[in-house]
């Protein structure tokens, strides 16, 4: 999304966190990660002050309401991509999928 910005104006870059606490539960690396997408968001958005169970599932559900396209990587397998992902398609989102494009 990050090089895709440079040459589409009309995409925005939110990143949206479960909780404002959230990188603190990762590595190092993950976080630098973090970090480079939110120098080069248009916005952030923390859903829950600090990490509780589920809030991960609301900052899903929070992507897929705020949104008109989903641009993922979805491998088919269970868990909470795979709930995002059936969300969104329960929204009538238009979905593009990267891990089909790998």
């Not at 630098?32 to 120098?39: D, S």
């Not at 709930?83 to 999928?97: P, Q, S």
């Amino acid at each position: 999304v990050i090089e895709l910005k440079k040459n589409f104006s009309e995409i925005a870059l939110v990143a949206v966190f479960p909780s404002a606490d959230f990188s603190k539960k990762h590595s190092a690396s993950v976080r630098k990660r973090i970090e480079k997408i939110l120098e080069n968001s248009d916005s952030a958005v923390s859903l829950c002050e600090s990490y509780v169970p589920g809030c991960e599932h609301l900052r899903n559900k929070y992507m897929v309401d705020n949104s008109t396209r989903i641009i993922g990587y979805y491998n088919g397998l269970s868990g909470g991509t795979a709930h995002c992902w059936n969300y969104a398609v329960k929204n009538n989102l238009e979905l593009v999928n990267l891990y089909e494009n790998i």
